[in-house]
Structures are given as structure tokens and as C-alpha cells.
RNA sequence: GCCGUGGUGGCGGAAUAGGAAUACGCGAAGGUCUCAAAAACCUUUGCCCUUCACUGGGCGUGUGGGUUCGACUCCCUCCCACGGCACCA
């Protein structure tokens, strides 16, 4: 550090010299302790007659607001920017998130993401590339539509107004977006296609015979040919055969297609406000109450339109392997599918129960799924969803009052309530009795409302040992608990097992013989907590044996489970007698235990005993009759193999991802193209799209339910070619529809005759850089994902995958307060800083540097005013430095070696300017800029003419994709052919970015002691001797011989003396 | 609770692949210029000790440990902040 100051004050004092000797008056009067870069420009810069060549109307300061206006309106008059079509360049497509132009419009925290990407485009066109990078409006959905009630007015106003202000914004920031590309969701030329899209799904069934999506017309000829037969259950229809396939009336057959096709309609809950008689979505609900009324929020019944996502749910996982995203948005994709893999097992009904009801069902069983077959035999009993069909069958008339008024309360219950935080476990027996069919065992059959029945069978095998859930709900009902899986000890792999001595239990001499035994044990209060060693078991349990008093008896959990009575009497707890009987003979032999009602619950007293009893871990199998002793890493795959043959259960694959709802109950959307008549639902042909939007005065909600385009009878009514008559589908699409597509519309966004040219969009398409908030890190990106490869399995687009790459920017928060606090901006709190004001103050140039210097693009960081001054100031230095006369000293042996020092600045620059802009580090794109200032600043006085015009050439073009605004103007200036922005990037040389010496710290014992310098390329062997020799290093070996010399080449040098 | 992300000077942050910690910028202090101020520029700026000075030394990347000639970086433990999910069988 030191050494390296030192070496730029030097070079800087020679240049005050070199400077002083030159024949300019003004550097004469220059102070003479100057000695500085800055001041060397700024003098140059400001002499008073020196002879300018610019018009008199131009600052010789830099001031952004003169010149920034006039240049993007010189752009866009000459369509620099407009995208050429494919063509044999390489190309880039580089997309921000479809956004909802907001009425509020932008602040400096969403240009977080539009600055770099712009920067990003500009350096590609510079680069040779064709470059994609259009801008659109997410134009429906309900911000719109409720800004538009409010407003008494039409969304689609608001919208063109709300957008307008966003391109304004845009292009105060010389965001080089395409306009001639512009897109609105909102416009029937748009949502034509998105309707277009829903038939193609509406028109297609997922085969998992091919993985992959098919007409649904085959199907259909499927079926009359040989009926399911072939057909693997994927969806939940019944078997049919040819005969009763061709047997089917139309409107039978169409809804029997509905459980294959990939868009198709089932009966959904959605949150209905009684009061405002309207559908809220998930956002106007908070608590549980209606947001505008406050009353409280009830589930409603309705026909709701879905796209079969669960069928791509496998592609989803596997293709994220091929796409580069950040991880952890790979993994919350992961996670939101859920997939996992188990088995489903069916429960025998115990049927002499059923013989008290009316009607006796033979063949009742439950079916469950569960993740872990290995902890089958541990299974004591059975717990069902209060929303389960069987709960009904099931109950005995005994308990019938008490379900009924659970089940209702149950449903009362809102989701918030029934997934409470910590809630206490609550759940009635239903009086009945499955037979466990592992083991026989008869297990009693509860309702819970713990258990959901939008997962799995909604019903599942309780294994209270294994499963956290289960093992409260046990403990709190007195149910029996069976450890079935070994405990392992994590930290030392082995078993663990652990015995609690009350004292006075064991005989005198117990804590010695433990002690020559070598079991470790730690006593207090006379009581012994045991640990103890897989190796000493069988010892112990001698041990026990012998000092356990008569009347008393001793226990071991965990990796075994014991109960030692006396010499000789020792029971193991592993299965429902041995529960029993343990049970028993504790109670005969202690009072105080008499209140437990299970094994498990009393040896829960002991707090000692707790991390022993309940684990979750894929252990060896115990108590599980010939499984026992099975490792834990086959014993669920050994299990589920045993369950398909024995036919007791089958292995089954179970997602957490549900399908996607699109139905809105609205108007401001894409309506959906389906009309309903008497034989079933007819699609709108696909030559009638689209199916418009009317263009309405009112479109306040109806009242039942129904979205407000059922209220509008020329819309409703319709009458199909063949005379009949129809209603069409009043739902209109949520907006997740728009966006998963857009980004192929982009590729030929004018196209009338179809959604778009498949030429352009395998041309254009996948995305090659996509950036957004990480708040839409599921459900968008999920969506489209699932849209794209419909499209290509349907042979639409040739790719599978919308987008190679995907960053997320962070946050930026509003200025930091005096008391470090970090918050958000927000409108409601008044700290939002818009481009407006910081391009008035500062221009749109250090706005842009700023945006990408203040942090790492991913990370969130706050706003800083003054951080922002700092690169307003940098830009200043590069105007002066730039605009500056060109007259340095002729040639001669100084200026050649400063000559090589410059180029070799110029090459490292462009290599990391260009490197981190490709690798998103926009933040040292701007600190390698500044020090590339810095160093020509620094050379200035010292480096030839040629050398100097090639250096600013260079910080010119670099300077371009940053700065565009300041880079144009000083081009013009120079006189240089327009535009800037149509220039090539400067050529990259490595040879001439190698470094000549090089400096290497010398460290003794892992502590630098000197350095040297030596020219690159000296052999191993002399730079061992030279760093032997500094003054430092030998004072540190204080004569001692070195034991050992590292030399890592071009690093370091580590020297090792004992 | 689980999952994810992060923790480096007074502040924002940098550090390629295990090899010079704190680049770049902000702020601060002192100075130059000025009648003065602002602006601009110069110098210093992790902490501590030592030296008139040159210098030399110790500590230092949330905590504690480990691996290594060498750790911001790899492994283990714990703490804190932020984001997401939450009875998912």
C-alpha cells in the first residue's frame, strides 16, 4: 500500500515538472505545489485565450441540461435504436419484466434494473450484435381497474396516460428501448392471441406416455378406438371403454375431455366479501376481512377456469439444471413444486364397525399418502380432513355429535386460522377403526384439522415418532407412540441411547460400577443422566439388572428401547403389547405415573429424555417385524418396492404445485373465448378472435359473484353458426396469462395474421438476459416456463425454456436516517426520490453511473445523495479531461516508457469494462472507469499526443454505453462523424494488457515481510534468491536457514523458517 | 420453526482460482486559492504501540474453533440482520 503511494507521488511529481518545463503560460501560474491530475486538467481546460473552436452558445463546463434533450430527441428522430430483423449477426435479446405502468410512476429504485440492462444493450450493439431490447405495458388487472372505478373512468385511459408518463421517464434516462415494438396487453391486438394461446391449451391433453402435450382431437380418437385402456391414470377420470366412449352424448364426452385438457374448469373456492356482494382477491383480504368493509370474508363456490400446470410439474424441476439463474430463485422453484416422492397405502376400514350403520360397505378403505413407508408399523392411529367424504361414512353414531360440531367449527375456521402460528392441536375420534395392513394392528381413525385436503388423499397414517405434527397431537390425545426408526447420535453418527436413574431407584454402588464400565453419566440431585455407548449396551443393561431396586424399575430410549424391572426381567418396548403391558406393570408398581396414558407420554416427564424421543431422521428400521435392521438409506425405496408387490400400496409421486387458476371475476382482463351452451362448452373459433372487451361505462361488480361483463347482455348473448344459442364465458384472465407470453410477442409484435412468425421468434427467442425483482421468483417465471414449453410441445417454438439467463437487482431503500434505520421507499412514508428531480439536479448521465455504482446489482442498499454527487464529480473530471487541448511533449526516452504504461491502462480498462458489464458487475464498471481516469489524468504531462488522443478515444467508447448523453455530445464536439453509439468497441489487445514487472509481497512465517519488484517472466529460482535478499526478510530469518521457499508465480513468495 | 441471502473502515462497497484485506466513491481533518465564502484542488484517513523523522511492530473481514506455508475466501460451532414459506403427511 505504502510502496504503491509512493509510486504514484513520484509520478506525479515528475509530472509537475515536466509540466512546469512546457512553454504553456497558464501551467506556468499553475501552484507550484500543484502537483495534482485534477488541477493539471482543470488548467488546461480553463486557459483564458485559449482558442476555442465551439460555437459561443456552448458551456466549456459541464452541464447536462443543455445538451441531454436534445440528443434523445435527435435519437429517436433517427430510429437509432430501432431492431433490425434476424439477420446473420449474432443476437442479444435483453428484457426487463413486463411492467404495470403504475400511476405513481418511477423512482430511482425501479431504474435499478433499467439503467444496467440499457447499458448492457448499447455495449452489445457496440460489440457487433443485433440487439432486442423493447419495453410494453402489463396493462389489466386489478390496480387499473379499481384506480379506474375510483376515477370514474376507463382503465384503458388511465393506462395510455400512466404508460405515457413511463415512456417520458424512459427517455429522460436515454433508455434505448425500441418503441416501434411498443406492446399493451390491454389491446385487442394483443390479447387476440392471448385468447388464441388458451384455445391451443383448451385444445390439448397432456400424454405421459410421451411427456409432452398433444391435440386433444387425438385423444379423442383414442378413445373411440380403445377407450382408456392405454391411457395411464394422470387425471382423475374414470375408466371407460371404446363402447362407452362411443355411447357418450357430445355434452358427456366434453366432460369427460375436461379431465385431460391442459385449460379446463372445475368448481374452485374464491373469498367473497356478503357485504360489497363481490369476489376479493388474496390482496383485499387482510385478517381474514374484507379490506373495504371490513366485514368478514367467506369462502363461495364457482365454476373457475385452470391451466393443467401439475402435468409439466417433472419438466419444471428437471429443466431448471439447464438454465442459469441465480440458485436460490432455482431452489424457491423447486420448493414451490414440491415434488416428492412416497407411496400410496390403502387402510382397511375394521368393517364390524360399519355393521351399526345403515348401510354396510365392504370394500372401505383409506387411502394415504405418505413420504415415509419405512415408518409404516409405527402407524398407531389414523387422521382424516375435516373435509374428508369418509368422515361422514365413517363416524359411529356415538361420536356422530361431536364430529359434525368439529367438522363444522372446522369450516368456519378461516385458512389463517386452521395454519396459526403454534396453534394448539385439536381433533375428535370418529368412533372407528382402520386395521394397519403392515402389521394388523387396530388403529383408531381421528379428525384433525391439521390435516389439509388439498394435499396428498387429505387423509394420512399418523406416525407420531417420526412425524413432529403427529407426535404433539398424540401427546395431547394420550395416543400410542412406537419408535420405529433408530435414533442416531449427530454428533457422533452412532446410536444414541440415554437412561435417566431417579435416585433412590438403583442400589448403592450403581454410579461406581458405571464408572469402572467406563459409561459416562452426570449426577444431580442423586439422580444419574446416562449416555450411553453403542459399545457398552449389553454391559449397561448387566449392569441395570443387577442395581435396579426390587418395586423400581430402570429404562433406555433412543437407539434401543428397555425396561428393566430386575435380573432377568427386562421387556422391550416395541409394539402395541408391549405398550400395554410396560404400561401396566409401571402403573402397578409407581402412583405417581398412574396419569399417563401412554409409554411415551411418561417417559416425556423427563426433560432429559426429550431430543431422544421424537425424531424425523431416514434411520434403521426397528420394530418392524422382518424389515427391522433395514439401513436407513434403502428402507424407504425397500418398503414401497414390498408394497407393490404385496399390492398393499402403490408408489406414488406427489406435488405441492396446484394448478393454475386463471378465472377472474373482473372486467378489466382478457376475456376468456369459450362460449357455454346446452351440449357443453364450445371454443370461439379461432377466426373470430378476438373476443372484445366492451367498451363500457360501468363495470362496478355484479352482485352474484359473477364477473361485471355477465351483466352486460349484448356481450352475454351470442348465437353459434348452427343457430344455437350460447352464453359466453363471462371470467375474464388473470393477468399472468398476459405476461407468459410477451416476451415471444417482442419478437414480431405487429404480426395480425398469427401470435407471432415462428422464423422471428427462433431467431429473437429464448431471452438471452431477463431482469426483474426477485418478488416475481415463482409464479411468473413458473408460468411462463409452463407456456413455453406447451407452445413447443404443440410445435410453435423450437426452444423449452424462455429464458437463458435471469438476475434479480436489489432493493434500493430510501436514504438512511440519522438512526441507521433501512426502509423502503414508499409513498405513504414520503422518502421516494424520482429520475425527475435527480435528472434536473445532476442529469441523466450521473444518474445512470450512480444507479450502477452504488452496490452490487443484486444486493439491496440505500439511496445516497451524496454518493451521488461523487460520480457527478467523476463525470466532470472525464468532460474537462476529455474537452481538454491536445499539445503534449514530443517523443523522446520518458514519454515512451510512459507511452507503454498508458496503452497498457488503456487495454486493462477495456478488458474489465468489457468483462464486467457481461458479468453483471456494473458496479466495478464504474470504478475501473474512474480509475481509468484517474491514470490518464495522472500521465497527462508525461505521454505523447498519440498516446493521450488514444487514451480518451478509448474512455470515449467505453464511456458510451454509460454516459450516452455526455459521450454523444463530446463526440460532436470533437467534431467526430455522429453517432457515438454507432461506433465499434474498441479492440482488445492482451499482449499489450500484460504487465512488464511485476511486485510480489514476500511473506516470513505467513506475515508479509518485504516486497520486491522484478520484470514478469524471471525463472523460479531468481525470484527465490531476490526474496531472500531483501533487507526485511533477512533481518526476519535473524540468520536462521529458510525450511521451506513457495513461490506461487506472478503472487507471492511464502518463505517457512522453525 | 424451516428455507434462502448477507455480516469487511465513520458510510456505500472492492478483493479473478486459497496468495498484498479495505480498490473506487462518500464522509471527516488539515491545507492551497480567495477580501471572504462556496466551488475546485492538494495531503492524511482501519485500530493500537514505537520513532524527532525515516521506520519498525502488534491486532484486524460478526463469534469461537479447525485445515493450510498462507483463509474475507474452504470445513465445523454459535450470534445477528434481511427476504420468503409455514401444520404439505
Redesign the pocket.
Known amino acids: ?6 509510486t ?2 513520484t509520478k ?1 511529481a515528475k509530472g509537475t515538472k515536466a509540466a512546469k518545463s512546457t512553454k504553456s503560460a497558464q501551467r506556468k501560474t499553475a ?1 507550484r ?7 493539471t486538467a ?1 488548467a488546461v481546460v480553463q486557459p483564458p485565450n485559449h482558442p476555442t473552436t465551439q460555437p459561443p452558445k456552448q458551456s466549456a463546463k459541464y452541464i447536462p441540461q443543455e445538451f441531454e434533450s436534445k440528443w434523445f430527441q435527435k435519437w429517436t428522430a433517427d430510429e437509432l435504436y430501432q431492431t433490425t430483423p434476424a439477420d446473420e449477426r449474432p443476437k442479444a435479446y435483453i428484457l426487463d419484466f413486463f411492467p404495470y405502468p403504475s400511476g405513481d410512476g418511477l423512482s430511482v429504485g425501479h431504474c435499478r434494473n433499467y439503467v444496467p440492462t440499457d447499458v448492457m444493450s448499447r455495449y452489445y450493439r457496440m460489440r457487433g450484435y443485433n440487439v432486442l431490447h423493447p419495453m410494453g405495458w402489463d396493462a389489466f388487472g386489478l390496480p387499473a381497474e379499481n384506480a379506474a372505478i375510483k376515477a370514474k373512468t376507463n382503465p384503458a385511459k388511465l393506462i395510455a396516460d400512466y404508460s405515457a408518463n413511463y415512456k417520458r421517464q424512459f427517455a429522460l434516462l436515454g433508455i434505448s428501448f425500441d418503441w416501434s415494438r411498443e406492446i399493451n396487453s390491454s389491446q385487442p391486438n394483443y390479447y387476440r392471441w392471448t385468447q388464441w394461446i388458451f384455445l391451443q391449451l383448451y385444445k390439448a391433453w397432456y400424454d405421459p406416455r410421451v411427456n409432452a402435450a398433444r391435440p386433444i382431437a387425438e385423444l379423442e380418437k383414442e378413445l373411440a378406438e380403445q377407450g382408456t385402456r392405454a391411457i395411464p391414470s394422470v387425471v382423475s377420470a374414470d375408466a371407460l371403454t371404446a363402447e362407452q366412449w362411443r355411447a357418450l352424448s357430445a355434452k358427456e364426452r366434453n366432460a369427460f375431455l375436461m379431465n385431460f385438457r391442459l385449460a379446463y374448469r372445475k368448481a374452485a373456492q374464491v373469498n367473497w366479501c356478503p357485504s360489497c356482494k363481490t369476489v376479493l382477491a388474496n390482496e383485499e383480504v387482510s385478517e381474514g376481512k374484507c379490506w373495504r368493509c371490513g366485514s368478514v370474508a367467506e369462502k363461495k363456490t364457482l365454476m373457475q377456469w385452470f391451466f393443467r400446470i401439475t402435468a409439466y410439474a417433472d419438466r419444471l424441476v428437471a429443466d431448471l439444471d439447464t438454465i442459469d439463474w ?3 430463485i432455482k ?2 422453484q423447486r ?1 414451490w413444486i ?1 415434488r ?1 416422492e ?1 407411496a400410496e397405502v390403502q387402510f382397511p376400514v375394521i368393517s364390524d364397525q360399519l355393521s351399526a350403520n345403515s348401510s354396510p360397505i365392504t370394500d372401505n378403505s383409506i387411502t ?5 413407508p419405512d415408518t409404516l408399523w409405527g402407524a398407531t392411529f389414523m ?1 382424516l ?1 375435516p373435509e374428508h367424504p369418509l368422515v361422514e361414512k365413517l363416524t359411529t353414531a356415538e361420536c356422530r355429535a361431536q364430529v359434525e360440531a368439529y367438522v363444522a367449527q372446522a369450516k368456519r375456521e378461516t ?1 389463517a386460522e ?4 403454534e ?1 394448539e ?2 381433533g375428535v375420534f370418529i368412533g372407528a377403526y382402520a386395521t394397519n395392513p403392515v402389521n394388523g394392528a387396530r388403529i383408531p381413525i381421528w379428525v384433525a ?15 407420531p415418532a417420526h ?4 407426535f ?1 397431537f398424540a401427546l395431547k390425545f394420550g395416543l400410542p407412540i412406537l419408535p420405529v426408526i433408530e435414533r442416531t447420535d449427530p454428533s457422533t453418527g452412532s446410536g444414541l441411547a440415554k437412561s435417566f436413574a431417579l435416585g433412590g431407584t438403583m442400589r448403592d454402588g450403581f454410579a461406581d460400577a458405571l464408572r469402572a464400565e467406563g459409561i459416562p453419566f452426570e449426577e444431580k440431585q442423586g439422580s444419574l443422566y446416562i449416555t450411553i455407548p453403542p459399545a457398552k449396551m449389553t454391559r449397561y443393561v448387566e449392569i441395570a439388572q443387577q442395581f435396579v431396586q426390587p418395586g423400581e424399575w430402570n429404562e433406555v430410549v433412543g437407539a434401543r428401547w428397555l425396561f428393566i424391572f430386575g435380573p432377568n426381567d427386562v421387556e422391550t418396548f416395541g409394539g402395541m403389547e408391549s405398550e400395554k403391558r410396560i404400561l401396566a406393570r409401571c402403573h402397578a408398581l409407581e402412583p405417581d405415573v398412574r396419569g399417563k396414558r401412554t409409554v411415551m407420554e411418561m417417559l416425556y416427564a423427563v426433560e432429559f429424555y426429550h431430543d431422544a424421543l421424537f425424531h424425523a431422521e431416514y434411520g434403521a428400521m426397528i420394530n418392524s417385524d422382518e424389515f427391522s435392521g433395514t439401513p436407513g438409506n434403502v428402507a424407504v425405496h425397500r418398503v414401497t418396492q414390498w408394497l407393490q408387490q404385496t399390492g398393499k400400496g402403490t408408489r406414488q409421486v ?1 406435488y ?1 404445485l396446484r394448478d393454475w387458476g386463471i378465472s377472474r371475476q373482473r372486467y378489466w382482463g382478457t376475456p376468456i373465448p369459450i362460449i357455454h351452451t346446452d351440449r357443453g362448452e364450445v371454443p370461439v373459433d379461432e377466426k373470430d378472435l378476438p373476443v372484445k372487451l366492451p367498451d363500457v361505462e360501468s363495470y362496478e361488480p355484479s352482485a352474484t359473484g359473477e364477473s361485471p361483463l355477465a351483466t352486460i347482455p349484448k356481450f352475454v348473448n351470442v348465437t353459434l353458426p348452427d343457430g344455437t344459442p350460447g352464453r359466453r364465458e363471462t371470467d375474464t384472465m388473470g393477468t399472468f396469462a398476459c405476461s407468459s407470453w410477451y416476451f415471444m410477442r417482442f419478437a414480431d409484435p405487429h404480426n395480425d395474421d398469427a401470435a407471432f412468425d415462428p422464423k422471428q421468434v427462433a431467431y429473437w427467442l429464448p431471452v438471452d438476459t431477463y431482469v426483474g425483482g ?2 416475481h ?2 409464479m411468473h417465471l413458473l408460468y411462463a416456463r409452463f407456456w413455453t414449453k406447451v407452445l413447443h410441445d404443440l410445435g410453435y417454438v423450437p426452444f423449452v425454456e424462455p429464458f437463458t439467463r435471469l438476475r434479480n437487482q ?1 432493493m434500493i431503500l430510501a436514504p ?1 436516517e440519522k438512526d441507521g434505520k ?1 426502509e ?1 421507499m414508499s409513498k405513504s412514508k414520503g422518502n421516494v426520490i424520482t429520475p425527475d428531480e435527480v435528472v434536473k439536479e445532476y442529469g441523466a448521465d450521473a444518474l445512470r453511473a450512480y444507479e450502477m ?4 446489482f ?5 439511496w ?1 445523495t ?2 451521488l ?3 457527478w ?2 463525470l ?2 472525464v468532460w474537462d479531461l476529455l474537452l481538454a487541448p491536445s499539445d503534449r511533449p514530443a517523443a523522446d526516452a520518458t514519454t515512451e516508457r510512459a507511452d507503454r504504461d498508458l496503452r497498457r491502462a488503456i487495454h486493462k480498462a477495456n478488458r474489465k469494462v468489457s468483462a464486467d458489464i457481461e458479468g453483471f ?1 456494473f ?2 464498471v ?2 475501473a472507469m ?2 481509468f ?2 491514470v490518464i489524468t495522472d500521465a497527462q504531462s508525461q505521454v505523447s499526443d498519440a498516446a493521450f488522443e488514444e487514451a480518451r478515444h478509448t474512455l470515449l467508447l467505453l464511456l458510451a454505453p454509460i454516459a450516452p448523453f455526455m459521450a454523444e455530445e463530446i463526440w460532436a464536439r470533437k467534431g467526430r462523424k455522429y453517432s457515438v453509439h454507432q461506433q465499434k468497441w474498441p479492440q482488445f489487445d492482451a499482449m499489450l494488457a500484460a504487465d512488464e514487472m ?4 514476500i ?1 516470513v ?7 520486491v519488484e522484478l520484470p514478469v517472466g524471471v525463472s523460479e529460482i531468481e525470484v527465490k534468491d531476490a526474496a531472500l535478499r531483501t533487507q ?1 526478510v533477512q ?2 530469518l535473524a540468520g536462521k536457514t529458510p525450511a ?1 521457499v ?1 513461490y ?1 508465480p506472478g ?2 513468495v ?1 518463505i ?1 523458517v522453525r
Do not use: C
Not at 500500500?1 to 509512493?6: D, E, L
Not at 386452521?418 to 402460528?421: G, I, P, Q, S
Not at 412425524?467 to 403427529?470: A, K, L, M, S, Y
Not at 512465517?1005 to 516486497?1011: H, P
Open positions: 500500500m505504502a510502496t504503491k503511494k509512493k504514484r507521488n506525479i501552484p505545489k500543484a502537483a495534482s491530475r485534477r488541477t482543470r441465480p440458485e436460490h431452489l424457491m420448493n414440491g416428492s412416497g394415504v399418502f405418505t413420504t415415509r387422521v380432513a385458512e386452521r395454519a396459526a402460528v396453534k392441536k385439536t384439522d391439521y390435516v389439509m385436503m388439498g394435499y396428498g388423499t387429505g387423509a394420512i397414517m399418523a406416525v412425524d413432529e405434527r403427529d404433539a406427489n405441492k426477485a418478488e421468483a415463482v436489489g438512511e433501512r423502503k455504482f452504488i452496490s452490487d443484486e444486493q439491496a442498499t440505500p445516497s451524496q454518493g454527487g461523487g460520480t464529480r467523476w466532470r473530471r458487475r458496479n466495478t464504474v470504478s474512474m480509475e481516469t484517474n511485476m511486485t510480489l509481497p511473506m512465517n505467513g506475515k508479509v515481510r518485504d516486497r526485511n533481518k526476519h521451506q513457495i506461487v503472487r507471492m511464502s517457512v
